[in-house]
């Protein structure tokens, strides 16, 4: 592979990661008037538009059904699964700190990891399998504080945090099933007939009038989000086209630490929006051995390999 594209690759896959880091701060502000139902479904009807004239420009829309009425069914359970997750994740923003549900949807690529290897029979290396245990044991620093409240009590707290968890799960299932749907399709047609179908699906739910009792700087964070879903998943997608998969995934699994940076310095810039990251010191080292951990199941094989 080229220098000239793995200097493209690092800087898409860091556009994807500052973006995806930046998403639930603008979300947080603009749940606080458009229900989470309302804020997907523009963000999918924006998505479709926008991927479908780039598609249509490029001559490379899905013009053929390819797999019968199986790939049709795996579309959907992918359809299902990501727009379950954008509204889950959306949900749990209502009770928790963006960092939080970030640093908490960072099981969603290990699960999917550990899943493959369970549905595929595929072999679980020691470098994934340290990472994980890396994974869960960040988990437990990052909530030490809530630890007892999580277990004992059903409060918002425990709520946000299960709707975050479940946010992972169904993701999931859309990795999985786009993982089908890759014999059949290109990464971009899966996702441009994904956002159509969550669009149509997610209707009957949306008020599309609560855009009208959004101030400016809602309808602004509104906005975000959706150019958000085009431009984060786009550079992923051209990421993973130019450079290797594992490298970009690692440099995905940043976001977390992307976004406590951007909450703490709009917390300084507008205090009266935005307030810094609820974490003691233990929190921030739980932060940083997630996203260690997340990092080392994408690349873990190549140090060990190299130390060998």
Not at 259 to 266: E, P, S
Request: hydrophobic share 55%.
């Amino acid at each position: 592979m080229s220098n000239r594209n793995t200097t493209i690759g690092i800087g898409l896959a860091l556009t994807t990661a500052v973006f995806w880091g930046a998403l639930p701060i603008a979300m947080k502000q603009a749940v606080e008037v458009m229900s989470p139902f309302t804020i997907v479904w523009y963000r999918f009807l924006t998505a479709s538009i926008g991927l479908g004239l780039w598609l249509g420009v490029r001559k490379q829309l899905p013009t053929r059904w390819g797999g019968g009425k199986a790939s049709a069914l795996i579309l959907l359970l992918a359809s299902v699964g990501l727009a379950g997750n954008f509204v889950l994740f959306n949900s749990a923003l209502e009770y928790l700190h963006p960092p939080v549900v970030q640093v908490i949807i960072q099981l969603a690529p290990v699960i999917l990891l550990i899943s493959s290897a369970w549905l595929f029979k595929e072999k679980l290396g020691r470098h994934q399998i340290i990472g994980v245990t890396c994974l869960f044991l960040g988990l437990l620093l990052f909530f030490n504080e809530r630890l007892f409240e999580l277990f004992t009590s059903f409060t918002g707290y425990t709520v946000g945090v299960s709707l975050a968890v479940l946010a992972a799960l169904v993701w999931v299932i859309y990795g999985l099933a786009q993982k089908q749907l890759l014999q059949f399709y290109s990464s971009a047609q899966i996702l441009f007939m994904i956002y159509v179908i969550c669009a149509v699906m997610l209707t009957p739910m949306a008020e599309p009038e609560q855009l009208l009792l959004m101030d400016s700087r809602q309808s602004g964070m509104l906005m975000f989000c959706c150019v958000n879903t085009l431009v984060g998943y786009g550079a992923f997608a051209e990421a993973m086209a130019r450079w290797q998969a594992s490298q970009v995934s690692a440099v995905i699994t940043l976001a977390p630490l992307f976004t406590i940076i951007f909450v703490d310095l709009a917390s300084l810039v507008w205090p009266q929006f935005f307030v810094a990251a609820p974490l003691n010191s233990l929190g921030y080292l739980g932060a940083l051995v997630v996203v260690s951990g997340a990092m080392f199941c994408a690349i873990g094989h190549k140090l060990i390999r190299a130390r060998a």
